[in-house]
Every structure is written in C-alpha cells, then in structure tokens.
C-alpha cells in the first residue's frame, strides 16, 4: 500500500532533519512525503535538502497562510497535494521506529474497511512534582499492552474513553484512509484540538478502527514546553463538538471499558493513584472506579 505522509514544519531545524531520517529509515518504503514549511523565510527549507537529496518521493511545499492557516491548515495543504488513498501523518518534531508504517500497512490490509488505524507512542512529558513544585520528566508510554489488558474492541467508539488508560492519539500515531478524511473535509482550522476533532468526526462517522499494539513512534513533548493536564482538563479543553460527541457515547465508552477498568483496579488497586506524581493515574484510578461503578 503506498502512503501520502504530511509534514508541517516551523522553523523545526534539526528536528526535521531527524523526522525526515526516520521515515527514510522505514521498512516499508511505497511513499510520497509532502512537507508544509510555514518557517519565517523558508527557514526549513536548508534542512529538508540536506536529508532529501534530491529523492524524487520527497515533496517541499510552502504553507499557504491564508487559505491554510496553522497546522491544520497545513497538514490540508499536503492532503490536497497527494493523490494516495491512505494517509499517514508525522510532525517534525517527532519521529516513527522503522517498523512504524510497515505495521500500519498489515493494517490496512485486513478486509474489514478501516476508517483509522492507531499504535502506540510513547513521549517525554514535563510533570509537576506534587512534592517539590518542580518539573520532572516522565516516560509516558500510550500503548495497548502497557497495563497488559485483552484486546480493546475493534467498535472505536471505545476511544472516548481511551484516555482512561493513558492511550493518545495524535496525528504521528494515526494513519487514515483518504475517503474518512474526506468525509469530514479533513482538519478543522482550529488553532488547537484539530486533532482530536478530526479524530472524533472520523470515528463517529465510522467507529471501525484498527489498534496496533506495539509503540511505533516517540514525542518529545517536554522540548515543547507540554505540562500535561488532567483527563478532565484535556476533555474540558476540548472543542464544543468534540465535548458533545464525548457525552453523547460516554455509556456507550462505559460500558464497553468496564472490563478494563476493573482489571486496571484489580491488578493496581484503588489507591494506586496515591504512589505517582503523575495527575494522569490519578484520573485513570478515579475514573476507573466511577466506570465500574456505573457513576
């Protein structure tokens, strides 16, 4: 299967020379890479050629500001721009394990009509210790075996309450068919949350989603300056449709994570929360008791 993969860049430098490897790195090779450059002068552009080389597969663009403004609008300009009908997404900070678009093609390939396949990603985070006041860094790893649970149900509509267990989806973790992008005329304008936006409009227009179990790609959130916030603050955070669409398969979300959940509670405990400084296990203990609970 070959892959359309969009990357938006701004004034990124060396860390795109670092994405860029890592794609060259892949194991599976049928792809057309579109990069979106919206750096101040085409500052990027130095970057993209010293690892492209002149590899006709490698596309560099230049983001159209108003017709495609921030990120979202990027990643739509590189959409439009290929002609694949899967779509893989890496942002130029972060970077895909060789293995990355080679398991998402497995994927693909299973006869059951996907609208997204999804793996694992793991990602530094900055934390605030509840002890010192300071910023520590933390190893988050969102994959599907990370707290050794059975296979999650293929009805993705399970995913709004996937941050239950720490699992994110993000653009570098996601592959998605080109018709399901289409369908929902692809990134929203949005500032923040496009995302999870478009991931939301996706899976609710077709919940049948793939998951890959291994971790195929790495974040470097804490570079970012990222402090991650409470599942409760992201979903509060979250665009108004995204929030209605959570209530809206909230039981539905419930009812087919209770399993999880009482397994999470079973294996940890429910003072589990009391031992991390991370405020995400404190949600996810929280919340798994309120699912098993049915409250």
């Known amino acids: 299967m070959k892959f359309d993969i969009i990357i938006p860049c701004w004034n990124t430098g060396d860390l795109l020379c670092r994405a860029l490897q890592s794609v060259l790195d892949q194991t599976h090779q049928d792809y057309e890479v579109y990069v979106i450059d919206g750096s101040d002068n ?15 597969r490698f596309h560099y663009l230049v983001q159209d500001k108003d017709k495609h403004p921030y990120a979202a609008g990027a990643r739509n300009q590189g959409i439009a721009a290929g002609t694949s009908t899967h779509i893989a997404f890496l942002d130029s900070d972060d970077i895909w394990y060789k293995e990355h678009l080679g398991l998402h093609d497995l994927e693909w390939g299973v006869e059951d009509n996907p609208s997204l396949v999804w793996s694992g990603l793991e990602a530094d985070i900055g934390m605030m210790s509840a002890f010192t006041g300071k910023e520590v860094i933390m190893r988050h790893r969102a994959c599907f075996y990370a707290y050794e649970l059975p296979d999650l149900p293929e009805d993705g509509r399970w995913m709004w309450g996937a941050y239950l267990f720490g699992l ?3 653009p570098t973790n996601i ?8 369908g929902v005329n692809g990134f929203p304008h949005l500032r923040y949350h496009e995302d ?3 991931q939301t409009r996706i899976i609710h227009a077709n919940p049948n989603v793939r998951c ?3 971790i195929t790609c790495y974040a470097d959130w804490h570079r ?6 409470t599942l409760f603050e992201q979903v509060n955070s979250a665009p108004a449709e995204c929030q209605e669409l959570f209530e809206e398969h909230s039981d539905l979300s419930a009812q087919m994570l209770k399993p999880y959940a009482q397994e999470f509670i079973d294996t940890h405990g429910e003072s589990f929360h009391l031992s ?11 919340l798994c008791k309120r699912v098993v609970d049915g409250n």
């Open 42 to 56: 085409e500052g990027d552009k130095q970057y993209y050629e010293r690892i492209v080389n002149g590899d006709k």
């Open 168 to 170: 994110v989806m993000v």
């Open 175 to 182: 592959t998605v068919s080109r018709t399901a992008l289409e």
């Open 196 to 198: 999870k936006l478009m």
């Open 212 to 214: 890959i179990e291994e």
């Open 224 to 229: 970012e300056g990222k402090v991650s916030g």
């Open 276 to 286: 991390t400084l991370n405020p995400l296990w404190n949600d996810i203990s929280r």
